[in-house]
């Protein structure tokens, strides 16, 4: 694995693979890497002869309420994970690499109405930042393939969108979101989880099953995402909001919808936040 921090060493690199005739697949990440994020390496993988991983904390997704210096940066951890799998090429750039005129006077690409909702509500200008620095990357490894995670739904449905609508010649890969052995979503934030909190955050998934099998028995879509507030509320979560969406567009559905729905939650433990969601017809 080769580890690239210009921008001129990278593009030489992948203009090597392309006289080659070698397609490529590209994982965009925030490092503190975990056996979700090696998942998707290996999807990608399976997608393309190359495999580039990026690692890059972006100031630009972060809000007035959250503590972009806080964010786990484990660089070498990181690239010692990487090492030991298909990842041709680590690619870890500076701030100024990917906002050279600097945060403020950067170009910005925003996804409307899909980044307003849900996520885009309680942090405000966050999927402007991912839509502006995931449109940098791309730009830069200019892949075949891209793969994202089903845990960031929305994030997901965002990027999809912004490939679609720039008609960008990338075909975005999902990979599944990956559980502890109690159904808690492996996420970068879980280490901030203290003993008591950490049991409790298995409840969030848990309560995304029963708001499924509750919804499929007949229930109508606001009694269910109101007890299963309710459910999430008395297992110690400050909630942001627990909701039954279309899955494509994250709309809400027709009442008795039965096809193309996920349920997806979002609150804290502590000072930590945590999402997750479950399609309900996978």
Not at 6 to 18: K, N, Y
Not at 153 to 166: K, N
Not at 230 to 243: K, N, P, S, T
Request: proline content about 4%; overall charge negative; some cysteine.
């Amino acid at each position: 694995m080769q580890t690239v921090q210009e921008t001129a060493t990278l593009r030489a690199v992948i203009r090597s693979w392309r006289t080659q005739g070698q397609s490529l697949a590209f994982v965009p990440t925030m490092g503190n890497l975990h056996e979700g994020h090696l998942s998707l390496l290996r999807k990608a993988h399976d997608c393309a002869d190359r495999v580039v991983v990026s690692i890059f904390v972006n100031p630009t997704q972060f809000d007035s309420g959250e503590d972009y210096a806080r964010y786990p940066r484990t660089f070498e951890a990181d690239q010692a994970s990487l090492s030991g799998t298909d990842c041709d090429v680590l690619f870890f750039p500076a701030v100024e690499t990917m906002y050279p005129y600097g945060l403020e006077q950067s170009v910005r690409v925003s996804v409307p109405e899909l980044g307003g909702t849900l996520e885009g509500i309680y942090r405000v200008g966050h999927f402007d930042g991912v839509s502006t620095v995931v449109s940098k990357l791309f730009n830069l490894v200019q892949p075949d393939y891209a793969v994202f995670g089903e845990k960031d739904w929305q994030q997901l449905q965002i990027i999809r969108r912004l490939v679609e609508d720039l008609s960008l010649p990338i075909e975005i890969a999902a990979g599944p979101t990956q559980r502890e052995a109690d159904g808690l979503a492996l996420s970068s934030r879980n280490r901030f989880l203290n003993a008591q909190q950490r049991a409790r955050a298995p409840a969030m998934y848990a309560t995304l099953c029963w708001m499924r099998d509750n919804y499929f028995s007949g229930h109508t879509r606001a009694v269910v995402e109101t007890a299963a507030r309710a459910r999430l509320q008395r297992a110690g979560f400050e909630l942001d909001y627990i909701v039954i969406r279309c899955a494509t567009d994250l709309t809400e559905p027709e009442e008795y919808a039965r096809t193309g729905l996920i349920g997806l939650a979002a609150g804290h433990l502590g000072s930590t936040r945590l999402i997750d969601n479950l399609l309900f017809d996978a």
